[in-house]
């Protein structure tokens, strides 16, 4: 009898630990179950899939796609076409063509007062004109045109009004003068003109019953500023100074002012 009481405990005992066992494996069961799930709603949310929450199923939305690189360094497409930055000689369209097809012609022509003064060092000039130092004055005219844009080629042509009974003592009778000249040219602070003559001159002086005509290589600077530009034409004021001849035996110098107009044909 008392083993037939002890067998039942131990049986009892065994089948209460079965349970409790079983109850564990179950907690440990759901426990994974969840978080497995948990795991698996953020990638099938990104995946743009339905995620299960407390049973109930809702939609949702993809995540971006980070995985190509954007190219915010993507320029604006820029318009290179510029306005000519350099200077505007205001006399026409000098890049363009004409109506017949071909580039205008730009030419100019001035008037300008020249004082002049004459030094001689050679005896018999010092003798036949009563001294070795004078000044004289006479009215020139000029005209050119533009071989390049920045080179012209420009003749000159003065003379003084003048009698030679009429001079001072220090005075000279410039009775003609003559000059042919190529001037590059260049702009300053955007607005002046600046071209250097470079040419030859020769000038006829008289005083008294003598006479000379002196001529050799010529170089001088002027500066024009304009007064008045349109489309087709340019007027401009100038000044400047003028080597007319620097040789030993004479040398001719003199500052010069007037006016210039620029045109196209």
Excluded: W
């Amino acid at each position: 009898m008392m083993r037939v009481t002890v067998l039942a405990a131990c049986l009892l005992a065994t089948q209460a630990v079965a349970a409790q066992d079983a109850v564990a494996d179950d907690s440990d069961y759901q426990a994974d179950n969840s978080f497995s799930d948990a795991s698996s709603a953020p990638a099938e949310a990104a995946a743009g899939g339905d995620a299960d929450a407390g049973g109930a199923t809702r939609d949702v939305e993809a995540a971006p796609d980070y995985s190509t690189p954007t190219d915010f360094g993507a320029a604006a497409e820029v318009d290179d076409s510029s306005a000519d930055a350099g200077y505007d000689y205001g006399y026409g369209a000098s890049d363009g063509a004409d109506d017949d097809g071909g580039e205008p012609l730009e030419l100019y022509a001035g008037a300008d007062y020249v004082r002049t003064t004459m030094s001689f060092s050679k005896p018999a000039l010092v003798a036949s004109f009563g001294g070795d130092e004078f000044n004289s004055q006479m009215y020139r005219i000029r005209a050119g045109m533009r071989l390049f844009s920045k080179i012209g080629l420009e003749v000159q042509y003065g003379a003084g009004n003048q009698d030679v009974a009429d001079l001072d003592s220090d005075e000279a009778l410039t009775d003609q003068f003559y000059g042919v000249y190529l001037v590059p040219t260049g702009v300053l602070f955007d607005l002046v003109e600046v071209g250097a003559a470079l040419g030859y001159a020769r000038t006829e002086l008289k005083r008294g019953g003598a006479s000379e005509g002196l001529g050799g290589a010529s170089f001088g600077l002027n500066f024009e500023l304009p007064l008045l530009t349109r489309d087709s034409y340019a007027l401009r004021l100038g000044a400047g100074g003028t080597v007319y001849r620097a040789q030993p035996s004479a040398r001719i110098y003199g500052y010069h002012a007037g006016l210039r107009l620029d045109f196209t044909l």
